[in-house]
C-alpha cells in the first residue's frame, strides 16, 4: 500500500524548474518544512489537513495521501518561492518560518477555516488579491527582463484565473498542477500587499510623527514595518496599525512616554501576563507592543508572531548555523 501520492509535474513547468538564480534560498528551506510537517504525528495514509480536488474551481474534499516528495515536486515548491519573491521584490527569507508554520510548502494544505495552499489563504485574502492582480501584472512586465518576472508572465492566465472569496471555489488554491506555482506566487503577492498597506496606514494614521515623539530612532522604522506586515498576514492591517496608533498615545499620556526597539521585541516571554487577573488593568508603561497586542487584539491570533517564532526555533535547532535558513539569517524581522 502507497503511503504517500506521486503529483507528476508537467511539461508547461519545466522552465519554473530550470529557473537559477544566485539570491535564492536553498532548496533544503523548503524540503525540511516538507518532511517536517508529514512527520506530523507520525501519521500514515490519508490525513485530515490536506485535501484533494477533482476539478480546479470546486469544493474541496478533506483527507487525502500526503505527496510524494520527489525531486520535482520539492523542486518545484522551491522555484515557485524563489521566483515570485525575486519579481516582486519580496525577502524569501521572511516567508520561510511563515510557509513552514502554515503548510509546510504543501499544495494540497486545507486549515480548519478553508484557508488553502501554500500560504494558507483565506477567502478574505483571494478578495482582496482578485482586485489588485491587475496592478501587480503591470509591475511584472515592467520588470519583464528579470527572467523570474519573464516566467510569472508566460504563466499569468494560469496565476490569475478563477480567483474567488467563496469557499465553494477553494480549489483554486490547493489544485494540482496549477498550484504550488499559482498559490506561491498568490501568497507573494498577498505579502507585498500588506507591505503596501501598513505604509499607507501608517502615514494616514500619522504613526510617524508618533514615533518620532515617543523618540524612538528612525533607522527601526523600516525594520517596524515589515514586523506590522508579518503581523497583518493574520490579523489585518487596518487593526495592526489601529493597535499601533494606540499604543503610542497611551505611552505619551502614561509616566513612560518613550519607545525603545526593546518595546518591539515580538521574541520576549509574555507568560507574565497570563497570571494577571484583569489584562486591561495592567499599566501601559508595563506594556510593551507585543503585550498590548496579546491583551488588545480582536481579530485573529495574538501569539502568531510568537508561533512564527517556534518555526524559526526548530530550524535553529534542526539546521547548521551558517545555513540560509536558520535564524542568524531570518528572525531579525520579529525584533528591532
Not at 521572511?94 to 494544505?109: N, R, Y
Not at 510617524?208 to 523600516?222: G, Q
Request: glycine share 8%; with cysteine.
Amino acid at each position: 500500500m502507497e503511503f504517500c501520492e506521486k503529483f507528476e509535474v508537467p511539461e508547461k513547468f519545466r522552465g519554473v524548474l530550470d529557473y537559477t538564480s544566485p539570491y535564492e534560498l536553498p532548496q533544503e528551506c523548503v524540503s525540511f518544512s516538507m518532511n517536517s510537517w508529514l512527520g506530523f504525528g507520525k501519521k500514515k495514509g490519508e490525513v485530515s489537513f490536506l485535501a484533494r480536488c477533482d476539478s480546479p474551481t470546486g469544493i474541496p474534499v478533506r483527507g487525502a495521501k500526503p505527496p510524494c516528495l520527489t525531486p520535482d515536486y520539492v523542486q518545484l515548491a522551491h522555484k515557485s518561492l524563489a521566483i515570485a519573491s525575486d519579481c516582486f521584490d519580496v525577502d524569501a527569507k521572511f516567508l520561510v518560518p511563515k510557509i513552514k508554520g502554515e503548510s509546510g510548502f504543501l499544495h494540497a494544505a486545507l486549515g480548519g477555516g478553508s484557508d488553502a495552499g501554500i500560504g494558507q489563504l483565506t477567502g478574505g485574502a483571494l478578495g482582496d488579491l482578485s482586485r489588485q492582480l491587475e496592478k501587480f501584472r503591470k509591475e511584472a512586465e515592467t520588470k519583464s527582463e528579470r527572467q523570474s518576472c519573464s516566467i510569472i508572465l508566460g504563466h499569468w492566465k494560469l496565476i490569475a484565473e478563477n480567483i474567488s472569496s467563496s469557499p465553494q471555489h477553494r480549489c483554486i488554491a490547493i489544485s494540482w498542477p496549477d498550484n504550488p506555482l499559482k498559490n506561491t506566487v498568490l501568497t507573494v503577492l498577498f505579502y507585498r500587499h500588506l507591505e503596501i498597506l501598513i505604509e499607507e496606514e501608517m502615514k494616514l494614521l500619522g504613526i510617524y510623527p508618533l514615533l518620532k515623539e515617543t523618540r524612538l530612532d528612525e533607522r527601526h522604522f523600516s525594520s517596524l514595518r515589515g514586523i506590522l506586515s508579518n503581523l497583518a498576514y493574520n490579523s489585518g492591517s487596518r487593526q495592526v496599525v489601529h493597535l499601533l496608533r494606540r499604543y503610542l498615545r497611551a505611552r505619551l499620556n502614561s509616566s513612560v512616554t518613550t519607545v525603545s526597539p526593546h518595546d518591539f521585541n515580538f521574541k520576549a516571554d509574555l507568560s507574565w501576563i497570563n497570571q494577571e487577573r484583569d489584562w486591561k488593568s495592567i499599566p501601559v508603561s508595563k506594556l510593551t507592543f507585543p503585550g498590548y497586542v496579546k491583551i488588545h487584539m480582536r481579530i485573529g491570533h495574538p501569539g502568531y508572531l510568537g508561533d512564527l517564532m517556534k518555526q524559526i526555533y526548530h530550524l535553529n535547532v534542526s539546521l547548521p548555523e551558517h545555513h540560509m535558513c536558520s535564524p542568524r539569517y531570518i528572525e531579525g524581522f520579529l525584533s528591532l
